[in-house]
């Protein structure tokens, strides 16, 4: 480096963008292909079957099993119906999902990296789209190097149009968790969806053509914050694919000239199926990096490899940072047991099911119905003629139920108080009222309470509610009664 | 200094001339797309000077080719508020103010339309909860002086308290007694003692019998023999619990001395039908309106009975 030419050319390879190296990854098979093949399946079908589910829930709520109502606020899951106030369950479902993923890579490394992230299933299912298309990488080589004929520009228009397609389906899909699926669809095609409807399928159609057919491996390289924080969570306990270099290195092409010669070997035989296979283009024999994630084909292509030369199959496999200390020092490596349960895991386990259990248990014990009192607060009270003392409150009762309820309205504390709502009056004043709430809506009352009593200023009561019917259910909220000013 | 520029080698780039202790400036042009956003910005704003109001001019200022005002834009929103608001504002103005209360689509759209005008045309007077304030009725409570009652309450709106060129007005006038030297002070003293013991404020004393005698020589004729007023007069309950003006001697003995006249717009010529239609729906939905009186002719269908009433009212002073 002290020559001062050498410098130069460093910094004449060094730029702020790096411009991508084409990945053309070779198709393969073997047992985690065929893992990634029936994941995909469970994911995609998840993702496009769930809008269409139905769900009986009566005549006054949505029969879509899952459903984000944003115009009415609510979100429906099978049984589950959740208002706005209790967004913390999606809350956390978030963090569940958070501390799932850390008990994830814990156990098994970045395996929702390789396996269930949907970039890595829309992207793989690109791949498949442009083989189908354009051939193994052998031949999208060669036509990416052909000159430009007709042939070369039909299968690129067939190519595009159908990652396209697999575009507009993907974000079509996504708009039918938002409202009723069959009818939004008929909507959609005649043109009569909201703006917002074909916007957000543009924009995911936008989204998942960039990051499926054109960005792929560059999105989990520089875009995803993900790899960055597993490479902080995995340890020398967490399955990682390594390329075990004690036993494959020195590399030879040429095994039995080299054996002639009496030269040492690894079982590396340097064919570089692992690197064609890739589909981020990197090569699992330079150790660990942040551009795998562990999607083990390079696995099935070397076992395959392995398998024809008669060698032991796993000279990449997966295997945890110790095991490979152990094994490359000849030790028998440790059970799958040890490795799975360990403290690491066993927290993460048990935060992540405390949580889950939390979440049951108060959705099991949620009160479907709920009241609120708001005070006139001008004027504070009123004084009517015989000098009995008037305050008006505004009554909220929220029905979460899919049903009319009929409620009743009570007061707790202050036993002189009587009270009516509108369209009552004074005569036919009680210390309860009884009202229909609607289904799955809140109700809104005007009530007024008269108090006979001089004293004392303020005086603190509550307004209770009860459900009537068999599910029953009941709240209350404290209030002030006012009787003169500047107390 | 323009001899001293000169090309800086390692940068390429000229310098501006300039040399401080050896120190040189170099003249760095402007990012193109800098350059080019400020270029846009000057053709922007000269468009921007033609096609809208910009350039001040003596007396006026330019007016720009598109006609845009903010007057213009303000009218065009109001106009089309009243164009969204309009079916239901017909519907109120095609109901009588009687039948209002038996659609209740329309009357909570009244009552609504009744809050915003409150707020605009009543606050000042009455308070922004309508709770009013001394010699400013409380339009929650149940006492009225002239009736609670939505078409009566509607009457008041549309001709005011103590109009004048309006004989439909509400006019209660009181007499002086004290001012007139009807009554001297000693009698006015008793008959607010008295006027106190019958809102049992204070305790029967001597001077009870003596304004009772005052009260039911002078003050009778329009508060009523029993002392709870009169409506078509538009005499004050004496015997609630709620004062206009106040209940304690002081004032009371004030007001007998020198009478109250307050006073209130008449809605009916200032503001458009249906909007006072919507204030009265909104006052009378405060807690105290009362039922219409049943079988009888709604008063402001009726200018004569109401002559007759202010006829009442002249002639009781």
């Given at each position: 480096m002290s020559h001062p030419n050498n410098v130069k050319e460093v910094e004449e390879d060094l730029h702020l963008y790096a411009k991508r190296k084409a990945v053309y990854p070779k198709a393969v098979d073997g047992w985690f292909r065929r893992l990634k093949w029936l994941i995909m399946v469970v994911t995609l079908t998840i993702y496009y079957v769930t809008p269409w589910l139905r769900w009986d829930r009566g005549a006054y709520a949505p029969d879509q099993a899952v459903l984000v109502d944003l115009a009415h606020r609510r979100f429906f899951m099978f049984s589950i119906e959740i208002w706005p106030h209790e967004f913390y369950y999606v809350a956390g479902l978030l963090i569940m999902a958070g501390i799932g993923l850390f008990l994830l890579t814990s156990a098994v490394g970045r395996a929702w990296c390789g396996y269930a992230c949907p970039q890595t299933v829309?992207?793989?299912l690109f791949v498949h789209v442009e083989r189908f298309i354009d051939g193994d990488r052998n031949a999208q080589i060669r036509l990416a190097n052909a000159p430009l004929s007709l042939s070369k520009i039909t299968r690129r228009l067939i190519k595009h149009g159908l990652w396209l397609m697999i575009a507009v389906m993907t974000g079509g899909a996504w708009i039918f968790y938002f409202a009723d699926a069959p009818s939004l669809l008929h909507d959609f095609v005649d043109g009569r969806a909201p703006f917002i409807a074909y916007a957000t399928v543009g924009v995911l159609t936008a989204t998942t053509y960039t990051f499926g057919g054109l960005m792929r491996e560059q999105v989990c390289i520089y875009m995803c914050p993900w790899p960055r924080i597993q490479t902080a969570m995995m340890d020398e306990k967490s399955l990682a694919v390594t390329y075990k270099d004690w036993r494959g290195e020195p590399r030879s092409r040429g095994m039995k000239k080299a054996l002639e010669e009496g030269v040492p070997t690894g079982d590396?035989?340097?064919?570089?199926?692992?690197?064609?296979?890739?589909?981020?283009?990197?090569?699992?024999?330079?150790?660990p990096q942040i551009g795998c994630i562990t999607c083990a084909l390079c696995i099935d292509a070397c076992d395959k490899v392995m398998h024809q030369l008669g060698k032991p199959r796993g000279l990449i496999d997966y295997i945890t940072l110790l095991d490979a200390e152990e094994e490359a020092m000849g030790h028998p490596r440790m059970p799958v047991r040890k490795r799975i349960f360990r403290p690491r895991t066993i927290i993460y386990f048990s935060i992540w099911g405390a949580i889950g259990l939390a979440m049951m248990f108060s959705l099991g014990n949620r009160t479907r119905i709920d009241i609120s009192a708001l005070k006139d607060r001008n004027p504070l009270f009123v004084k009517l003629s015989d000098g009995t003392v008037r305050n008006a409150f505004t009554i909220k009762v929220r029905n979460m139920e899919a049903r009319p309820r009929q409620v009743e309205i009570g007061l707790l504390g202050m036993d002189d108080a009587r009270m009516w709502a509108?369209?009552?009056?004074?005569?036919?004043?009680?210390?309860?009222?009884?009202?229909v709430v609607a289904p799955d809506s809140v109700s809104k009352d005007r009530i007024y309470v008269i108090s006979k009593a001089p004293e004392p200023a303020r005086e603190e009561f509550s307004f209770t509610v009860r459900a009537l019917d068999k599910q029953g259910g009941s709240d209350s909220d404290k209030v002030t009664f006012d009787r003169a000013e500047g107390q | 200094m323009a001899e001293k520029k000169r090309i800086d080698e390692p940068t390429g780039t000229e310098t501006v001339g300039h040399e401080w202790d050896g120190i040189e400036e170099l003249d760095t042009p402007m990012p193109r797309w800098w350059l080019f956003t400020f270029y846009a910005c000057i053709i922007w704003a000269i468009g921007?000077?033609?096609?809208?109001?910009?350039?001040?001019?003596?007396?006026?200022?330019?007016?720009?080719?598109?006609?845009?005002?903010?007057?213009?834009?303000?009218?065009a929103e109001m106009k089309a508020?009243?164009?969204?608001?309009?079916?239901?504002?017909?519907?109120?103005?095609?109901?009588?103010?009687?039948?209002?209360?038996?659609?209740?689509?329309?009357?909570?759209?009244?009552?609504?339309?009744?809050?915003?005008?409150?707020?605009?045309?009543?606050?000042?007077?009455?308070?922004?909860?309508?709770a009013g304030s001394k010699g400013y009725p409380n339009l929650n409570d149940d006492d009225w002086l002239?009736?609670?009652?939505?078409?009566t309450i509607h009457t008041t709106l549309v001709n005011g308290v103590r109009q004048p060129n309006n004989d439909l007005t509400r006019m209660s006038i009181m007499p002086a007694f004290g001012r007139d030297a009807i009554l001297q002070p000693g009698e006015i003293s008793d008959v607010a003692d008295y006027v106190r013991t019958v809102s049992h404020q204070q305790p029967v004393t001597g001077a009870r019998q003596r304004g009772a005698a005052v009260f039911a020589a002078n003050c009778a004729v329009c508060h009523g023999p029993d002392g709870k007023g009169m409506r078509a007069m538009g005499a004050p309950n004496l015997t609630d619990a709620i004062w206009l003006y106040g209940g304690d001697k002081a004032t009371i003995v004030q007001t007998v001395t020198n009478s109250r006249y307050g006073v209130m717009p008449a809605w009916g010529p200032r503001l458009d039908a249906v909007t006072v239609k919507m204030l009265a729906a909104y006052v009378?939905?405060?807690?105290?309106?009362e039922a219409l009186p049943t079988a009888t002719a709604p008063i402001d269908a009726n200018p004569a009975a109401a002559e007759n009433v202010q006829e009442a009212n002249v002639a009781s002073k």
């Open positions: 829309w992207t793989d590396c035989i340097d064919c570089n199926q692992c690197v064609q296979v890739c589909p981020t283009g990197i090569d699992i024999r330079e150790g509108e369209p009552g009056d004074r005569d036919t004043a009680q210390r309860t009222i009884r009202l | 921007y000077t033609v096609i809208y109001p910009a350039w001040p001019m003596i007396s006026d200022a330019t007016k720009g080719v598109s006609g845009w005002t903010s007057r213009g834009a303000l009218d508020q009243a164009d969204r608001t309009a079916p239901i504002r017909n519907a109120i103005g095609a109901t009588p103010i009687e039948q209002l209360s038996n659609d209740p689509k329309l009357l909570q759209a009244a009552v609504e339309g009744g809050k915003a005008a409150f707020k605009v045309y009543c606050v000042q007077c009455h308070g922004s909860g309508a002239w009736g609670g009652d939505i078409a009378h939905s405060l807690g105290g309106g």
